[in-house]
């Protein structure tokens, strides 16, 4: 298994610009995260799905920050307009839900820079 | 109640000795508390895990202790090697839901 996929890995944009990131988890996972980590703040957990549901967005910073997953197999986060705090590296993970294996995948990260 | 609080901020060890981490969670209904560690340029990766039916669990040179009553747990390196210097962060969660990871530490041990 290639593991969860995320990219770009790197993305720097100018400030008002639009950003996707996408992410693809592990084949068979059905929960889906999204975080973010900075310096200051450490790993935040912006939004998670559980069988393509979002369950729980309340972490999702403003209204300029936006989560789908259309099928199971594919994640975008997109944050329109961006603004240079934005900066910071976005990691998504998923998982299987349930049972006896709670253990997060984690993507290698889209370092977000904008300036 | 979701806060995961995690100590030290950063650690400085020489080869050989033993790294501990601390961490302390607010909410009883946690039921797994994982500690994962990430190399610059990656993704956290799962290190060990526990759940609160059991005071200790190790694996190799890592043990995770957990005391269920003063909701805390640690994690110990032994024999702490430079290729374990890296960013660990402790987590806590429920079984199939979201976790909430501490502040993270970054050990550094010195050859």
């Known amino acids: 298994d290639a593991g969860v996929i995320q990219s770009p890995r790197h993305e720097v944009t100018e400030m008002g610009q639009e950003v996707t990131l996408r992410c693809k988890p592990i084949?068979?996972?059905?929960?889906l995260f999204w975080y973010r980590q900075t310096m200051m703040r450490g790993l935040e957990l912006l939004i998670y799905?559980?069988?393509?549901?979002?369950?729980?967005d309340s972490g999702m910073p403003e209204d300029r920050f936006s989560a789908k997953m259309p099928n199971a197999s594919f994640s975008t986060l997109k944050i329109q307009p961006s603004e240079p705090r934005d900066s910071a590296v976005y990691f998504c993970?998923?998982?299987?839900?349930?049972?006896?294996?709670?253990?997060?995948?984690f993507g290698q990260g889209t370092r977000l820079t904008v300036v | 109640q979701q806060q995961v609080k995690q100590s030290p901020q950063s650690l400085i060890v020489q080869k050989g000795g033993i790294s501990i981490i601390n961490c302390a969670y607010e909410n009883t209904a946690f039921d797994y508390f994982p500690w994962y560690q990430q190399f610059p340029g990656k993704g956290p990766a799962l290190l060990i895990a526990i759940r609160p039916d059991v005071s200790e669990k190790k694996e190799g040179r890592f043990t995770i202790s957990f005391n269920k009553s003063a909701k805390q747990f640690s994690l110990h390196i032994m024999d702490s090697q430079p290729g374990d210097s890296a960013t660990y962060f402790c987590a806590a969660g429920h079984q199939g839901s979201r976790l909430t990871f501490g502040e993270g530490t970054q050990l550094t041990v010195n050859p």
């Open positions: 993970a998923s998982k299987l839900a349930g049972g006896g294996n709670t253990e997060a995948f």
């Open positions: 799905f559980n069988n393509n549901v979002p369950i729980d």
């Open positions: 084949s068979g996972h059905n929960s």
